[in-house]
């Protein structure tokens, strides 16, 4: 089944639905990305016939669903009306009762429609207010219970790494950790206390590293899969425009 879709066609193949379109430049291969209402929108080289691009769908419809399912999972973690907070997409209630711009309550953000088109600039300011409340403090309990010391902590705007730790003791760490889960966070602090010990990545490093967070390739994955989204993060809110 299929229905014209403007530049593109979109079809349906077992109640799951996608576009297809025929690049007009050059291209070797199909490309997959998925659009903006979470379809998936498949682009093939301009000699490639309609009935093979089908063929390759159906060949491949599985693949594609589990691609279309995870871009699903990471839009529903960084929703256009959410905002993580130790991993949980909190939904964002504007509420004209409220006296001051940005708050939380315990299961949602609240905003102050007044203050709607600088959404992101409040969300990040409090956000790193409280990853600077959360994160020395945190750091502080492992430390003890890893019998280690550092010389200083430091929340920093960092745009590629979660964390360091230089050769004089001084651990920084980045403050969008706060959106990771909490023992997603536990598992790069340990990380960088553990350089404290094992200053590299050792096959003893990890070794230290597993005793206290025996599970830390599967937040060390989650970091990996989830990482990009935490950086480039951002609210959009219906009706209100880009801040």
Same mark, same amino acid.
């Not at 600088?118 to 994160?135: G, M, P, Q």
């Given at each position: 089944?299929?229905?014209?879709?403007?530049?593109?066609?979109?079809?349906?193949?077992?109640?799951?639905?996608?576009?297809?379109?025929?690049?007009?430049?050059?291209?070797?291969?199909?490309?997959?990305?998925?659009?903006?209402?979470?379809?998936?929108?498949?682009? /093939?080289?301009?000699?490639?016939?309609?009935?093979?691009?089908?063929?390759?769908?159906?060949?491949?419809?599985?693949?594609?669903?589990?691609?279309?399912?995870?871009?699903?999972?990471?839009?529903?973690?960084?929703?256009?009306?959410?905002?993580?907070?130790?991993?949980?997409?909190?939904? %964002?209630?504007?509420?004209?009762?409220?006296?001051?711009? /940005?708050?939380?309550?315990?299961?949602?953000?609240?905003?102050?429609?007044?203050?709607?088109?600088?959404?992101?600039?409040?969300?990040?300011?409090?956000? *790193?207010?409280?990853?600077?409340?959360?994160?020395?403090?945190?750091?502080?309990?492992?430390?003890?219970?890893?019998?280690?010391?550092?010389?200083?902590?430091?929340?920093?705007?960092?745009?590629?790494?979660?964390?360091?730790?230089?050769?004089?003791?001084? *651990?920084?760490?980045?403050?969008?950790? %706060?959106?990771?889960?909490?023992?997603?966070?536990?598992?790069?602090? %340990?990380?960088?206390?553990?350089?404290?010990?094992?200053?590299?990545?050792?096959?003893?490093?990890?070794?230290?590293?597993?005793?206290?967070?025996?599970?830390?390739?599967?937040?060390?994955?989650?970091?990996?899969?989830?990482?990009?989204?935490? /950086?480039?993060?951002?609210?959009?809110?219906?009706?209100?425009?880009?801040?």
């Amino acid at each position: 089944m299929k229905k014209q879709d403007s530049r593109v066609v979109v079809y349906t193949i077992d109640g799951f639905e996608f576009k297809i379109e025929k690049s007009k430049q050059y291209l070797k291969k199909v490309s997959l990305r998925i659009d903006r209402d979470g379809r998936a929108l498949l682009t /093939f080289p301009w000699r490639v016939s309609e009935k093979d691009a089908l063929r390759f769908v159906r060949d491949n419809l599985q693949k594609i669903k589990l691609s279309v399912q995870s871009f699903s999972e990471r839009r529903m973690s960084i929703g256009n009306d959410t905002l993580l907070y130790f991993g949980v997409p909190r939904k %964002i209630i504007i509420d004209s009762s409220v006296l001051v711009p /940005f708050s939380f309550d315990t299961n949602h953000f609240v905003l102050n429609p007044r203050y709607a088109d600088n959404v992101n600039v409040l969300a990040r300011r409090w956000l *790193i207010k409280k990853a600077e409340e959360y994160l020395p403090k945190r750091l502080m309990e492992l430390a003890q219970k890893l019998g280690v010391r550092y010389k200083k902590v430091q929340v920093k705007d960092v745009k590629s790494r979660w964390g360091s730790c230089s050769s004089k003791g001084t *651990i920084s760490l980045n403050w969008r950790l %706060i959106m990771a889960p909490s023992e997603v966070i536990d598992y790069v602090l %340990i990380h960088e206390l553990a350089h404290i010990v094992h200053p590299n990545h050792s096959r003893y490093f990890w070794e230290y590293v597993a005793t206290f967070c025996p599970d830390y390739k599967l937040h060390r994955s989650w970091l990996r899969k989830n990482g990009q989204h935490l /950086f480039n993060w951002s609210v959009k809110l219906d009706g209100v425009k880009d801040s």
